[in-house]
C-alpha cells in the first residue's frame, strides 16, 4: 500500500522560512494534500496541489511537487509563532475516497 | 461552513468496558471515516462508510466496529476497550467524490 513519510521535528525562528517535506511510494494520487493541526484541535486543510501541477502558491505558503522523485514539500514564508502546529502531507485517489496521511512533522517557531 | 462534531473531547474508560464514539456532521455529506492520531504514526484509517449502512474497513480495524443509521452521523465502536487503543480519535467527513476531507475536533480516549 501507500507509504506516505516525513520528518517529525522542525524547528525555526520567527521571521524565517520553513520548509516541510514529504516523499510518497503510490504515484497515483490526483490530489496532494497539505493539513495543519493545531494543540488540542482536528485537521484543517491548508492547501492542496493537484498532480499535474509543479507549484502552486498560495499567500505565505508554496507547494512544489517533484513527480519524479515522489516528493512534495510545503514553504512558509515568515514563520510566526501561530504557525507552530502539527502539518500533514496527504495523497488522494484510486478508486475510493480514503486519503493516506503522513506522520506529521511539528513544526516550533521560536520568537 | 462545514461543521463536523464529535461527541466528548476527553475520556476514560476501564479495560474491558463498550465505548461508544459519536461522530456527526452537518453538510449532507456522503462519506465518513474515523482515523486514530498515534505520535510518529500519523492518521490511521480505522473505518469509512460511503453511504447509510455501508462500511469499508480501513487500514486497522481490528477491535473496532462502526454504525451509520443516518446519514449525518458515523459511530465507531470499541467491543471491548483495551489499554492500545488508548489515542486520539478523528472523525471525518467528505462529499462525493471531492478528496477533501473535512475534520472534527477529536477525542482523547484513555483506556485505564
Known amino acids: 500500500g501507500e507509504d506516505v513519510e516525513q520528518s517529525l521535528f522542525l524547528s525555526v525562528r520567527e521571521g524565517d522560512s520553513s520548509v516541510i517535506n514529504c516523499t510518497y511510494t503510490d504515484s497515483s494520487s490526483t490530489y496532494l494534500y497539505w493539513y495543519k493541526q493545531e494543540p488540542g484541535a482536528g485537521l484543517q486543510l491548508l492547501t492542496y496541489?493537484?498532480?499535474?501541477?509543479d507549484m502552486k502558491q498560495d499567500q505565505r505558503l508554496t507547494v512544489l511537487l517533484n513527480k519524479k522523485d515522489k516528493h512534495l514539500s510545503l514553504r512558509i514564508a515568515d514563520t510566526q509563532t501561530g504557525d507552530s502546529a502539527i502539518y500533514f502531507c496527504?495523497?488522494?485517489?484510486?478508486?475510493?475516497?480514503?486519503?493516506?496521511f503522513g506522520t506529521g512533522t511539528l513544526l516550533a517557531v521560536q520568537p | 461552513d462545514v461543521k463536523v462534531t464529535q461527541s466528548s473531547r476527553y475520556l476514560v474508560k476501564r479495560t474491558g468496558e463498550k465505548v461508544f464514539l459519536e461522530c456527526v456532521q452537518d453538510?449532507?455529506?456522503?462519506?465518513m471515516f474515523w482515523y486514530r492520531q498515534d505520535p510518529g504514526l500519523g492518521l490511521r484509517l480505522i473505518y469509512f462508510s460511503y453511504d447509510v449502512k455501508m462500511k469499508e474497513k480501513g487500514d486497522i480495524p481490528e477491535g473496532y466496529s462502526v454504525s451509520r443509521e443516518k446519514k449525518e452521523r458515523f459511530s465507531l465502536i470499541l467491543e471491548s476497550a483495551s489499554t492500545n487503543q488508548t489515542s486520539m480519535y478523528l472523525c471525518?467527513?467528505?462529499?462525493?467524490?471531492?478528496?477533501?476531507?473535512?475534520f472534527g475536533p477529536g477525542t482523547r480516549l484513555t483506556v485505564t
Open positions: 453538510m449532507d455529506h456522503e462519506n
Open positions: 496527504a495523497g488522494g485517489g484510486g478508486a475510493t475516497n480514503k486519503l493516506i
Open positions: 471525518a467527513s467528505n462529499q462525493g467524490h471531492s478528496y477533501e476531507q473535512y
Open positions: 496541489i493537484f498532480s499535474n501541477m
